[in-house]
């Protein structure tokens, strides 16, 4: 049987072994480093949950007005931008979604039974939109494309 020397061995297989010593080594170091510096804990409550607390609440309010005896249908977005249809609703007629949401869309639109039909969009008591339309079973909208 043929007998092989270590010089044999490291002559066959000395680049492995380089890359063996050199990552312990760095892996002892950077251990050490994490230590000195303490940054193995960054964020010590991570996952402990934290209560998100609503704030500044948005109140938008929708406003239909006419005449004296129109009746109307009414198409208007919730805080979500879900669609309400509500049919044959006597004016004057308002309605307010309170909401937290950083920036709010308000869309209505009013048709009603008589010549005249207005509608007004406010967010916290500010006048954001109105608009009046005449003529026939009078059409009219309004938007506020953030509030």
């Known amino acids: ?3 092989v020397s270590p010089a044999a061995i490291l002559k066959r297989h000395w680049i492995p072994l380089i890359f063996i010593v050199v990552i312990s080594v ?18 010590p409550h991570a996952g402990a949950g934290v209560e998100i607390v609503q704030f500044n609440p948005k109140a938008v ?3 239909a007005f006419g005449p004296p005896g129109t ?3 009414i ?20 309605f307010t979604v309170v909401t937290v949401l950083p920036a709010v869309q308000a869309n209505m639109v009013v048709q009603g039974n008589s010549g005249e039909i207005g509608c007004r969009i406010r967010i916290d008591d500010r006048l954001l939109d109105e608009r009046r339309a005449t003529g026939l079973n009078a059409q009219t909208f309004c ?3 953030s509030g």
């Open 1 to 3: 049987m043929r007998k």
């Open 26 to 43: 760095s892996s002892v170091i950077v251990t050490r480093l994490h230590h000195v510096f303490a940054s193995q804990d960054l964020n």
């Open 61 to 63: 309010a929708y406003e």
């Open 71 to 73: 009746v109307a249908d």
């Open 75 to 94: 198409n208007y977005w919730d805080a979500e931008a879900n669609v309400h249809q509500l049919t044959d609703v006597p004016l004057p007629w308002s």
């Open 143 to 145: 938007l506020v494309k």
